[in-house]
């Protein structure tokens, strides 16, 4: 194995004790725990890793930062990579609410999938990001017409479109993640850190929306 790939897997390894630990803190307090996950291509360790500590895990529920409103078959569904890669091993004990309903679109589907995470725990013990090259994070991207809307609405959940992604989404709005007890940005790669050290530097969220998250404690997972 390359360094690079030892390094990520220690980093997923690393974040999932991190996120258990916080699951089993709030769980000792309270009936369930809320477990928010991003979708796209890194998580996918971490998910694995995760899936095999033990905590309690049928007081857990999981969702997703955003999805793309695609069906659960398709290579793009963010269920379809939690279902293969988190609810596994232990954590198959763990509930998921999916972010998709039959809808044709997100329009159609939000006000169901409003009411359908109403009754999760609030706020959620741990929402996990991850971040884009183009700095947008859940489905908060730059070129977006409801980025405005992402970051200053109080509802739960907005459909978006953006030009550079080729699917129609749903995303948690930024009020709602922001809530969450604790945040962990996980991202891999020189050019992500240079994004992240960018956002950091500036202040201009339209153009970064991962600068949204940076007013509370980050926790920041980054490996090579
Ligand atoms: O569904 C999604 O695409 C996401 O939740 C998204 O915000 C993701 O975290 C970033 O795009 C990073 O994706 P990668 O890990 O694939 O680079």
Redesign the pocket.
């Given at each position: 194995m390359s360094d690079s790939v030892n390094a990520r897997q220690r980093l997923a390894e690393s974040l999932a004790e991190a996120v258990a630990a916080a699951l089993r803190a709030d769980l000792a307090e309270q009936d369930r725990a809320l477990l928010i996950v991003?979708?796209?291509?890194?998580?996918l360790a971490f998910f694995e890793a995760l899936s095999t500590l033990e905590l309690d895990w049928e007081r857990v529920d999981v969702t997703?930062?955003?999805?793309?409103w695609v069906d659960e078959s398709s290579d793009d569904s963010?269920t379809r990579l939690v279902k293969r890669h988190l609810l596994r091993e232990r954590a198959a004990q763990a509930r998921f609410v999916p972010l998709t309903t039959a809808d044709a679109t997100p329009e159609e589907g939000v006000a169901a999938l409003e009411k359908s995470v109403a009754g999760l725990s609030w706020p959620a013990s741990v929402v996990i990001?991850?971040?884009?090259?183009d700095g947008?994070?859940?489905?908060l991207f730059p070129d977006s017409p409801q980025l405005k809307d992402g970051l200053t609405t109080e509802a739960a959940l907005l459909a978006v479109h953006a030009p550079s992604?080729p699917q129609p989404?749903i995303s948690f709005s930024r009020h709602r993640l922001a809530q969450a007890k604790r945040h962990f940005v996980?991202l891999?790669g020189a050019e992500?850190r240079a994004v992240f050290a960018k956002a950091l530097a500036g202040d201009e969220v339209f153009e970064a929306p991962i600068r949204a998250f940076m007013d509370a404690p980050l926790s920041l997972y980054w490996a090579p």
């Amino acid at each position: 194995m390359s360094d690079s790939v030892n390094a990520r897997q220690r980093l997923a390894e690393s974040l999932a004790e991190a996120v258990a630990a916080a699951l089993r803190a709030d769980l000792a307090e309270q009936d369930r725990a809320l477990l928010i996950v991003s979708g796209g291509l890194t998580p996918l360790a971490f998910f694995e890793a995760l899936s095999t500590l033990e905590l309690d895990w049928e007081r857990v529920d999981v969702t997703l930062a955003d999805e793309r409103w695609v069906d659960e078959s398709s290579d793009d569904s963010n269920t379809r990579l939690v279902k293969r890669h988190l609810l596994r091993e232990r954590a198959a004990q763990a509930r998921f609410v999916p972010l998709t309903t039959a809808d044709a679109t997100p329009e159609e589907g939000v006000a169901a999938l409003e009411k359908s995470v109403a009754g999760l725990s609030w706020p959620a013990s741990v929402v996990i990001l991850g971040m884009g090259s183009d700095g947008h994070t859940a489905s908060l991207f730059p070129d977006s017409p409801q980025l405005k809307d992402g970051l200053t609405t109080e509802a739960a959940l907005l459909a978006v479109h953006a030009p550079s992604v080729p699917q129609p989404r749903i995303s948690f709005s930024r009020h709602r993640l922001a809530q969450a007890k604790r945040h962990f940005v996980h991202l891999t790669g020189a050019e992500k850190r240079a994004v992240f050290a960018k956002a950091l530097a500036g202040d201009e969220v339209f153009e970064a929306p991962i600068r949204a998250f940076m007013d509370a404690p980050l926790s920041l997972y980054w490996a090579p």
